[in-house]
């Protein structure tokens, strides 16, 4: 029995400026936008530029959401960043946000789960709340992939995006209620190889010439990591819907890992989901990894889509290969005075 519940409190994301299109990328690779389109869904993708570091963003996506829940950095008190495409090996992510947006009593860690990473951290966030060792917790997902590609293979190459997206998530002030209702995981190392980035193992002058030292870039096979996610996500989603009490006609939305366009119709037919109750912003940013459930999220609920008082799913699946899941209550309140900025599609959209 837990000791507390949980209230979401804020959610905040940051996109590099820089945009690149499907029709850039033929200068580098043999491949088309309509390939990329029909195969993906993907039209764009965010990359940094210059000596933007994947903590800007994170930084920035946590003080939008410290905005959001009219909060400041001084009340956070755990801090978790999921990325697998860090600045750093160490020191960790945590400990530059905890400087930048000055929560300087927060404990942290970072947590390293590819595209599930942002739902694995944020269930673990809600454990540090419901104990009662945290009472305001930042959960970020942040990834850069584009410095972790090789802008020379196709396979990989035209599907990721940089981003970062975070929410904020505190102990609620009602005795009883909670808006996270239920959270499952599911992990099958056995399929890890599918989805990878190496770390160099054979960095030694003595022991390997010079020419055999392997560059580090992610290699993914494509087909098997589909099938995996067609698979397995309905599954967990479905058993996490009925572990939170509910039934599928009581769940509003589905905020899946943008993935692939191609994947998300897939599974909504397997789960006899409605087309306009997927969450889909892909095409605007490719694969952005632990970031895409945040960015996905607030973009619909700044075009007022995703209202308050909606029930959703949140699903994020890829390297592990692991899938993680959400059910929750959408109760957060936009704290923010300023005019409602505008959607993340439609600051993309006027660049076209
Ligand atoms: C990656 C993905 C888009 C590839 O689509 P696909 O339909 O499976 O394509 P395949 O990998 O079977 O490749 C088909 C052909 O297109 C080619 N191809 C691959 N990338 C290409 C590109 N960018 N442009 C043109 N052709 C390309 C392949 O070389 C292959 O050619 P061949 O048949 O001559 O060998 C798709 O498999 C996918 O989205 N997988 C899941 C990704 C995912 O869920 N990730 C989550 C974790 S991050």
């Known amino acids: ?28 690779v043999e491949t088309s936008d309509e390939w990329i389109t029909s195969r993906t869904g993907f039209k764009a993708r965010r990359v940094v530029s210059g000596d933007q570091l994947v903590t800007d963003l994170a930084i920035e996506s946590a003080k939008n959401a410290l905005a959001y829940a009219g909060m400041q950095g001084e009340d956070i008190d755990l801090i978790i960043v999921a990325s697998s495409t860090p600045d750093y090996i160490y020191p ?15 404990f942290g860690f970072d947590m390293m789960m590819g595209c599930s990473g942002l739902i694995y951290a944020l269930s673990t966030a809600v454990q540090f709340i419901e104990n009662g060792t945290a009472k305001n917790a930042l959960v970020i997902g942040a990834d850069t992939h584009s ?19 975070a929410f904020i998530i505190s102990r609620h002030e009602k005795a009883g209620e909670t808006d996270v209702l239920a959270v ?40 098997e990591v589909f099938k ?16 939170a009490g509910l039934t599928p006609q009581e769940i509003d939305y589905y905020v899946l890992h ?18 306009e109750q997927m969450i889909v912003n892909l095409e605007h940013y490719g694969n952005t990894s632990a970031a895409s459930i945040p960015l996905a999220l607030y973009d619909a609920l700044m075009s007022g889509q995703i209202k308050t008082g909606n029930t959703l799913v949140l699903c ?18 936009d704290h ?5 900025p505008a959607t993340l599609q439609t600051k993309s959209l006027e660049v076209v």
């Open 228 to 243: 995996f996610a067609v698979g397995e996500v309905p599954r967990l989603m479905a058993e996490t819907v009925k572990k």
């Open 92 to 106: 960790a992510a945590c400990g530059v946000v905890q400087q930048g947006i000055g929560a300087l009593k927060a």
């Open 184 to 223: 499952d995981f599911m992990l099958d190392g056995a399929r890890g190889q599918e989805i990878k980035l190496p770390v160099n193992r054979d960095n030694c002058p003595l022991t390997t010439p010079r020419q055999n030292i392997e560059k580090s870039a992610i290699y993914m096979n494509g087909r």
């Open 1 to 28: 029995m837990s000791k507390y519940g949980v209230a979401i409190r804020g959610i905040g994301v940051s996109i590099p400026e820089h945009i690149v299109w499907n029709d850039d990328l033929t200068g580098l």
């Open 147 to 165: 410095r972790y590609t090789d802008w020379y293979d196709r396979n990989t190459c035209v599907l990721f995006g940089d981003g970062a997206g």
């Open 258 to 275: 943008q993935a692939n366009a191609r994947i998300m119709t897939a599974m909504a037919e397997r789960m006899d989901i409605r087309e």
């Open 316 to 333: 994020g699946f890829g390297a592990g290969l692991a899938v993680s899941t959400a059910v929750m209550k959408w109760n957060c309140v």
């Open 336 to 340: 923010r005075t300023d005019a409602a």
